[in-house]
């Protein structure tokens, strides 16, 4: 019965690997999307935690008379790499090569992209609160022969006023001031600071908005000390000066306000800023941005997309 059962099993037909009739051509990609794995991950500043991964795996089919390629042993690779091994620049390049190599003959190229919530406790603007603050983050690895490359992705979420509005905010303010103090003869600051006080005194606001930056950045693999996650974060943040925030009390209200208020941009203020930053950090060997700003005075939203510009980096496609 065993011997029987053993036959059966070597004599199971194998469709993919059969050399049956088929449209002979080479396929740029193949493979799985939305595989769910826990993995563990470890960034500069955070240190080592786990992580819910949503997990596109890929190889090329370069073997024309292929029928296809083995996708139990993408995920097979994935659980074994990743159920033995935080993920790293290090744990990608065996996962990839080992791709490969059960697809010798078929593949040249591997690919493999984790989506995952990247959650940062963030502190209050002026209480002593905080709270935590999810980013989505995507880590993708390319292999080609040698040749691998490692992509650090977040969103970023941050608040815009518009610089335009601000300015016909004021002249409004102006004109209600003019208005409310035009016949008076003298009038005091302590009249003024308090008329100013009231709804009648700033009588318009600029328009504000949540936005999000896109960065996607090409990182130096060489380093085995983590993914750059919370510092990338940080450095995005602190170009933009206008965060989102987590929990707010009266005081860090009024300073996010007061934030805003003295950081007027439109999507091309903010695009400057964001490649500036980038620019002067030397960890990212290349960079692309899009920042979206989601308007809240019309129903499309104000986009602009830039690159760190470079022979043969990233292209500034939308």
Same mark, same amino acid.
């Given at each position: 019965?065993?011997?029987?059962?053993?036959?059966?099993?070597?004599?199971?037909?194998?469709?993919?690997?059969?050399?049956?009739?088929?449209?002979?051509?080479?396929?740029?990609?193949?493979?799985?999307?939305?595989?769910?794995?826990?993995?563990?991950?470890?960034?500069?500043?955070?240190?080592?935690?786990?992580?819910?991964?949503?997990?596109?795996?890929?190889?090329?089919?370069?073997?024309?008379?292929?029928?296809?390629?083995?996708?139990?042993?993408?995920?097979?690779?994935?659980?074994?790499?990743?159920?033995?091994?935080?993920?790293?620049?290090?744990?990608?390049?065996?996962?990839?090569?080992?791709?490969?190599?059960?697809?010798?003959?078929?593949?040249?190229?591997?690919?493999?992209?984790?989506?995952?919530?990247?959650?940062?406790?963030?502190?209050?603007?002026?209480? %002593?609160?905080?709270?935590?603050?999810?980013?989505?983050?995507?880590?993708?690895?390319? @292999? #080609? *022969? +040698?040749? !691998?490359?490692?992509?650090?992705?977040?969103?970023?979420?941050?608040?815009?006023?518009?610089?335009?509005?601000?300015?016909?905010?004021?002249?409004?303010?102006?004109?209600?001031?003019?208005?409310?103090?035009?016949?008076?003869?003298?009038?005091?600051?302590?009249?003024?600071?308090?008329?100013?006080?009231?709804?009648?005194?700033?009588?318009?606001?600029?328009?504000?908005?949540?936005?999000?930056?896109?960065?996607?950045?090409?990182?130096?693999?060489?380093?085995?000390?983590?993914?750059?996650?919370?510092?990338?974060?940080?450095?995005?943040?602190?170009?933009?000066?206008?965060?989102?925030?987590?929990?707010?009390?009266?005081?860090?209200?009024?300073?996010?306000?007061?934030?805003?208020?003295? %950081?007027?941009?439109?999507?091309?203020?903010?695009?400057?800023?964001?490649?500036?930053? @980038? #620019? *002067? +950090?030397? !960890?990212?060997?290349?960079?692309?941005?899009?920042?979206?700003?989601?308007?809240?005075?019309?129903?499309?939203?104000?986009?602009?997309?830039?690159?760190?510009?470079?022979?043969?980096?990233?292209?500034?496609?939308?």
């Amino acid at each position: 019965m065993k011997r029987d059962q053993t036959d059966a099993a070597h004599s199971m037909p194998d469709v993919a690997s059969s050399k049956s009739r088929h449209i002979q051509t080479t396929l740029d990609w193949v493979g799985m999307s939305e595989i769910h794995l826990p993995a563990r991950l470890s960034d500069t500043l955070a240190g080592e935690r786990p992580i819910a991964a949503s997990i596109q795996a890929y190889v090329d089919l370069e073997d024309a008379d292929a029928r296809g390629i083995h996708m139990s042993r993408l995920y097979l690779t994935l659980e074994e790499t990743f159920g033995d091994c935080a993920v790293s620049a290090g744990s990608i390049d065996a996962l990839l090569r080992t791709f490969l190599d059960t697809h010798k003959g078929l593949s040249s190229h591997a690919f493999v992209q984790l989506d995952f919530e990247y959650s940062v406790r963030r502190p209050s603007l002026k209480s %002593n609160y905080s709270g935590w603050k999810s980013y989505p983050v995507s880590i993708a690895g390319t @292999l #080609n *022969g +040698d040749d !691998l490359r490692i992509e650090l992705s977040v969103e970023v979420p941050y608040s815009s006023t518009c610089p335009c509005s601000a300015a016909l905010a004021r002249q409004l303010i102006q004109d209600a001031f003019r208005e409310q103090f035009g016949d008076v003869g003298t009038i005091s600051a302590e009249q003024v600071a308090e008329w100013l006080g009231t709804e009648q005194g700033v009588c318009a606001t600029p328009h504000s908005q949540r936005s999000v930056a896109q960065v996607r950045v090409l990182l130096d693999h060489a380093e085995e000390q983590g993914f750059p996650i919370t510092a990338l974060i940080d450095l995005i943040e602190g170009a933009l000066k206008t965060p989102v925030q987590t929990a707010v009390k009266r005081e860090d209200e009024q300073e996010f306000a007061r934030l805003n208020g003295q %950081n007027l941009m439109f999507c091309e203020d903010a695009a400057r800023r964001l490649k500036q930053a @980038l #620019n *002067g +950090d030397e !960890l990212y060997q290349d960079f692309w941005l899009r920042v979206n700003h989601l308007e809240s005075l019309h129903a499309h939203n104000a986009v602009a997309i830039v690159t760190k510009d470079i022979n043969g980096g990233y292209l500034p496609i939308p």
